[in-house]
Structures are given as structure tokens and as C-alpha cells.
């Protein structure tokens, strides 16, 4: 998605911006309780065996521009919800990103995320196959907490003070070991803001 600039009927300015990750190559950490599907890494990173951590999820990898540069770093901090439940393939989680970009400023995204169609139609599959996963599928996992279903913008710094608005994460999936927790795909977030005074 290439950036485009809209103005409201108040004329207010409004951007819509998205940045990607390339998975696995722009992972730098992934680590929960340790009997998630996704892997650990990297090795000798500390788990979350805490009791009051049970539910933590947390990843940081790069960000990338639409024409692949790089531009930034980001971490994602997940909660497993209680209703989630892995047999029925059911995964939800409540999700803050906090996306850093030197010089530029950060942007701090809240969601409630859906990953049951990833549960279902990919790490079922893989687990009761035993077989890697390979295909292709598209699942934007956002579920909320906006009416329309989108993540809230909580705020900003730098270039980004003051900014509201909302995002959502995209999934595009192509393959997952599950002997390995690898998962190989594109991840997008997609946001539309407005920056006071911009």
C-alpha cells in the first residue's frame, strides 16, 4: 500500500500508511511460555515460566517500507485470551505494537486479535499432519477494539504527536514447520491517521 493523503469533510488531513515485515528473515526475538506454535527465538532467550506470564506473547523484528527498506523496528506484546482455546482452533489475544522509526518518531497501535483462521486452517493442519504447512492465505486478524473493527492508535511521539486514528494487521501466509515453529510469510499493518497540524 503506497501512502495516500485524504482530507476529511472538516478538512483534516488523513494518511494512509503501511509498513511490513518479512517473516522469519526480519525476526530479531519471539519468546512466550514455551508450547506455543510459533518458535522461540533465539536460543538461550528467557521464557515466560512466571505464573503471572503464562499468558505473554512478545516478538521485535524489523519494519519495512512498501519498497522493502527498512525503516524501522517494532515489538508486539500479546495477552492470551481466556477464550481461546486451542483445540476448537479459537486464538485470540489482546495486543499492543509499539512501532519505532529513528528520526521519525513512534506510533503505539492496541487490538484485539482473531488468529483462529491462521489456527485453523494452518497450524491444525500442520500438527495433526505432522507435515509442513505450505499455501497461501491472506487473514486480516484484527478484530478490534474500534466499531469497525479495527486496532485504536493510543499515540505517538516525533512526527507522530498527537496522531489518532486506527490500523489493522494483515497476514500473508505461505508456509509453517511445525517441528520447528517456523512461520514463513508477509505481515502488513495497515494504518489510517490524522496528525494535528499536518
Same mark, same amino acid.
Given at each position: 500500500m503506497q501512502i495516500v493523503s485524504k482530507k476529511d469533510g472538516h478538512g483534516a488531513r488523513w494518511v494512509e500508511e503501511s509498513f511490513f515485515a518479512e517473516?522469519? +528473515?526480519d525476526g530479531v526475538f519471539e519468546t512466550h511460555r514455551g508450547d506455543l506454535p510459533l518458535a522461540v #527465538?533465539?536460543?538461550?532467550? &528467557? +521464557? #515466560?515460566t512466571e505464573p503471572n506470564l503464562q499468558k505473554a506473547f512478545a516478538l521485535g523484528g524489523k519494519l519495512r517500507d512498501k519498497n522493502g527498506t527498512v525503516v524501522g523496528f517494532s515489538t508486539e506484546i500479546e495477552e492470551v485470551l481466556p477464550e481461546t482455546d486451542f483445540e476448537s482452533g479459537k486464538l485470540l489475544t489482546h495486543t499492543v505494537w509499539t512501532l519505532f522509526f529513528p528520526g521519525r518518531g513512534t506510533i503505539v497501535l492496541d487490538q484485539i486479535e482473531n488468529s483462529s483462521e491462521v489456527a485453523t486452517k494452518v497450524f491444525k493442519p500442520a500438527f495433526e499432519s505432522g507435515q509442513p504447512w505450505t499455501g497461501a492465505l491472506n487473514a486480516v486478524t484484527t478484530a478490534g477494539p474500534s466499531k469497525d473493527g479495527k486496532g485504536v492508535i493510543l499515540g505517538g511521539t516525533g512526527d507522530f504527536a498527537g496522531i489518532r486514528g486506527t490500523g &489493522?494487521?494483515?497476514a500473508n501466509l505461505r508456509r509453517f514447520d511445525p517441528a520447528t515453529g517456523v512461520l514463513e510469510g508477509t505481515f502488513e499493518l495497515r494504518f489510517r491517521y490524522h496528525v494535528p497540524g499536518r
Open positions: 517473516v522469519p +528473515k #527465538f533465539p536460543e538461550g532467550i &528467557a +521464557k #515466560f &489493522a494487521e494483515i
